[in-house]
């Protein structure tokens, strides 16, 4: 009994790829990052990019499997997922940067 990939599995498997490859992507970052191999011109600060990087791409990855659950076509989702992480990083500096000039966090 021999077993054929079919069509909707190949695209099930493609979305998920689509999904997880930033996420997946994050260790080999840090790794460049931390070895040297990719100088971004900051030093030792160029590793805190990572941070930005892991919540565009959770963000990224939820959006996808949700507009994917909704029904969306990959190429539609792929673009709205971008949009929404990008907007996800945006605020969520937007909000830090606004904690720390209203001191709301105390000193640390």
Known sequence: MS???NFADVRNFTRIVLALTPLFLAPALVSLLAGGQLNLGGGEKDVMLVVPWLLWSVVYAVS?????????AIGRATGLSILVATAGVLVAGLILALIGQLGIGGRF
């Not at 996808?64 to 969306?72: K, T, V």
């Open 3 to 5: 077993e054929h990939l």
């Open 64 to 72: 996808s499997f949700f507009l994917w659950g909704r029904g969306w």
